[in-house]
């Protein structure tokens, strides 16, 4: 077998064979493939702002004349003259990167003008391309300004049948202006779009000020400005610091409005959503809170959006806090969302590099100066060809009696032009293309007039090259207009995105938001648990399942908490709010909490934060915890009392007195002072009372003075107040259970 460690190169018929080691050829290919997908798919170019699909959408639309003042043409003739000519990849992707140009919901200056559907904010899907029709808007057009004039390098198409622009002219900074956003190979974009007029000022400054601090750029460019809107609540310090640094996030919120209804009632009013938020599924979500209680302030949603959003949100009660229903909204639901920056972009097309904001503007001015100095120095040639040619016109009009004879006379007229006139190969072969009409005497004064024009055009040219302050002077001046056609004086020019603080609002526990109301809980031994409306008699007779049986059944209120102990020694919370109304058997309790099907439900009990409890396993190990330590976050619990093998969690009593009474399955009873007992939060504890067989059976906590009491077969309460006989130390054995213990060893009470 051939060794793959060394390059070995065999010749096959004229042919050559590599071979190499596996890991650098794959190392090699996907490299290829990963610097195509950074260079001409994913990453936009710092000096247009565009990646190459979008760039050769714009030059196609160019070349078919779609201007914005011409007529519409099929989506589907644009995509194909795309595929065809530029971009040989599939019509689907060409076309959802055509549509996108043209959705003012994604985009801050659109560079499509869309005629039918191409979407919408709800995140319905554009129609197909053979329905909706496109041409060019005047932001894109400022993009190609200047095409024709040797303004950029081009290059040949994938078969070298047609040539395309390596980059627009751009005559605004179009990366900071729609953003971009892309995911490459190990990088990936995305960049939020800002306002221009504020773009351009900075610009102009930075012309005058090319080392500006980061601080005084953000006094032109404070935040993003967003095509749907909103209102920016990230700190001015955290903004520079992205904008300085490249990558970093921003705070966006909704922008809503109190609607008065009269009569005390009102509702709120969201009239613009975060960027990229998709309403519909925004409205869902606002509504699964609410069916979840998780919300309880809030008693429904509706769209009544037409050509504005417009989501309105009932509060359940008029005595609602405005400022915190919202504030609970923004942190449960996408009406708040944080915009994550990563300014990572292609310098010169080529170097891909995380930006600082004075980066990409100095990229993009960089590149309008090249920009300028091209066409300038294009016009320059231009004007030199044709002072050529009116030199010769007016030579020829000097001479015309002996010009006309020569044509008329000589076969070959032009070589004995230039012997006699001294003129150029370009002046005799213009004088010859004169047309007759053009032999009049007023012919010669308006070449004169021209000539002396166009010397005084290529003096100031010749000086613009000559001079770097006159460049950036004229790149003011482009600027300038740029800010007059697309600021804020223009139609939609103006900042859509609010920058305000965020307001100082404290947290406002759940329960604050809950209406309070009495509730019975009532819960079976299987397990279905439901809440039943108002306070009612605990004695009377209940409806459960067949072969089901009360367990649990006490008053509560909607704003209390219901704690259940498991067997495995979790705690379980469950608001009150939550629990199935009292109509039918109620849900089974398990759906709400993940109480293991291995695991028994030992105790149910309103959650009091002033309380302490008892806890033991059923080996005798035991402690006490405040109960406030015992509440669980999240659906799976929370471990207080750990207990290993066949240990079982027993006991969860509040503490009541002042001694601790332990009854073994042997019967025998030890009472031990409290204080011996150690308080924790979590853990297995100490020994309470020492078995030779057996576990413990039941334990709780009395107050010496009022003596042991239980409840005997029928139902009385016993006391038993001599009580020195079974007064022992923690972890002994105890005496056998007074006369009329209960025979299932349990206090009942």
Known sequence: MADLTDDNHDDHEGGATIREPLRRAIGDR????????????????????????????????????????????????????????????????????????AQDFNLRYPLVDGQGNFGNIDGDNPAAQRYTEARLTHAAQALMVGLSENAVDFRPNYDGSEMEPEVLPATFPNLLANGSTGIAVGMATNIPPHNVGELCDAAIHMIGAPNLRDETLMDYVPAPDFPTGGVLIEPRESMMNSYKTGRGAFRLRSKWEIEDLGRGMWQIVVTEIPYQVQKSRLIEKIAELINLKKIPILADVRDESAEDIR??????????????????????????????????????????????????LRAFLDHRRAVLIRRSQHRMDKIDHRLEVLEGYIVAFLNLDRVIAIIREEDEPKPIMMVEFTLSDVQAEAILNMRLRSLRRLEEMELRTELDTLQAERADLDDLLGSEDLQWGAIKDQLRDARKKFGKDAEGGARRTVIEDAPDIEEVPLEAMIEREPITVVCSGMGWVRAMKG????????????????????HAETTDKLVLFGSNGRFYTIPCSELPGGRGMGEPI????????????????????????????????????????????????????????????????????????CVGENRKVLIFPLEDLPEMTRGKGVRLQKYKDGGLSDATTMSLDVGLQWLDPAGRTRTEVELADWIGKRATAGRMAPRGFPHDNRFNL
């Not at 942190?331 to 995380?354: A, H, Y």
């Not at 009091?608 to 659906?635: I, K």
């Open 590 to 661: 398990r759906l709400m909490v993940d109480l293991p099907n291995d695991a028994d439900m030992m105790e149910l009990f309103i959650h009091d934060p002033a309380r302490r409890l008892l806890l033991a396993s059923s080996v005798g190990d035991g402690f006490v915890v405040t109960e406030s330590e015992v509440l669980a976050q999240t659906r799976t619990g929370k471990q207080v009392l750990n207990v290993k093998g066949d240990a079982r969690a027993q006991v969860c009593k509040p503490v009541m007195g002042d001694h601790v009474v």
């Open 311 to 360: 989501l309105v949100l009932e509060p359940r009660a008029k005595t609602v806090d405005p400022a915190v229903l919202m504030e609970t909204l923004f942190k449960l639901c996408d009406l708040e969302t944080r915009f994550s920056m990563n300014m990572n972009v292609l310098i010169d097309g080529r170097t891909p590099k995380v930006c600082s904001m004075k980066e990409v």
């Open 30 to 101: 996907y490299l290829t493939y990963a610097l195509s997908t950074i260079m001409h798919r994913a990453l936009p170019d710092a000096r247009d702002g565009l990646k190459p699909v979008h760039r050769r959408i714009l030059y196609a639309m160019r070349g078919l004349k779609l201007d914005p003042a011409g007529s519409y043409r099929k989506c589907a003739k644009i995509v194909g003259e795309v595929m065809g000519n530029y971009h040989p990849h599939g019509d689907q992707a060409i076309y959802d990167a055509l549509a996108r140009l």
């Open 535 to 554: 306070h009612i008699d605990l004695s009377q007779e209940l409806k459960y399942k067949d072969g089901d049986e009360a367990r649990f059944a006490f």
